[in-house]
T-cell receptor, first 117, second 115 residues
Framework: ETGVTQTPRHLVMGMTNKKSLKCEQHLGHNAMYWYKQSAKKPLELMFVYSLEERVENNSVPSRFSPECPNSSHLFLHLHTLQPEDSALYLC????????????????FGPGTRLTVL | AQSVTQLGSHVSVSEGALVLLRCNYSSSVPPYLFWYVQYPNQGLQLLLKYTTGATLVKGINGFEAEFKKSETSFHLTKPSAHMSDAAEYFCAVSGLIQGAQKLVFGQGTRLTINP
């Protein structure tokens, strides 16, 4: 398999459930990202991991808990979500940048469509 | 802080007509700029990017964009629209966080192609 994969593609959960979203990249990258895409807002960056260290938490509620066990895998653990958390959750990866400031492309997965009842 | 504004949440053109999607940015440092496309039920795919050098950037599927510093713009164009171009397009500006790339996206423009 190539690129960035996400599972599951669709998820329906109740507000009291606990579930996890999984992202895997096969590109040899070492930076990974979670984004939220909802109908009413632009794409929102949620979390950034660089070399498996979280370097950005964009004021995301604690009911979202990311985990990056290695450079190829990224999880988003969900618990006690609200209906307004229903959205498309996108994972992306990129090559870590260096001091020369060169920037590399982020490659996106297909997303997980989450519905919270 | 960086930001992106895409003018027009919906754009509709006829097949074969010029496509013009507008993007203006705000950045306190020299920007790196991107256009991504999203087809239904898919993730985002990079169309093109500007980092440094030539201000006219060519991308995939016949798209191109021109970086105009004086106008803080990075508009996306295609001379002749095809039905397969119907999708949502996102402009983004990037910065760095400890080596990782932080993208700030515009709100997106949905492109419709009329037969």
């Amino acid at each position: 398999e190539t690129g960035v994969t996400q599972t599951p593609r669709h998820l329906v959960m109740g507000m009291t459930n606990k579930k996890s979203l999984k992202c895997e990249q096969h590109l040899g990258h070492n930076a990974m990202y979670w984004y939220k895409q909802s109908a009413k807002k632009p794409l929102e960056l949620m979390f950034v991991y660089s070399l498996e260290e979280r370097v950005e938490n964009n004021s995301v509620p604690s009911r979202f808990s990311p985990e990056c066990p290695n450079s190829s895998h990224l999880f988003l653990h969900l618990h006690t979500l609200q209906p307004e958390d229903s959205a498309l959750y996108l994972c992306a990866s990129s090559r870590m940048m260096y001091r020369d400031g060169l920037t590399d492309t982020q490659y996106f997965g297909p997303g997980t469509r989450l519905t919270v009842l | 802080a960086q930001s992106v504004t895409q003018l027009g949440s919906h754009v509709s053109v006829s097949e074969g007509a010029l496509v013009l999607l507008r993007c203006n940015y705000s950045s306190s440092v020299p920007p790196y700029l991107f256009w991504y496309v999203q087809y239904p039920n898919q993730g985002l795919q990079l169309l093109l990017k500007y980092t440094t050098g030539a201000t006219l950037v060519k991308g995939i599927n016949g798209f191109e964009a021109e970086f105009k510093k004086s106008e803080t713009s990075f508009h996306l164009t295609k001379p002749s629209a095809h039905m397969s171009d119907a999708a949502e397009y996102f402009c983004a500006v990037s910065g760095l966080i400890q080596g990782a790339q932080k993208l700030v996206f515009g709100q997106g423009t949905r492109l419709t192609i009329n037969p």
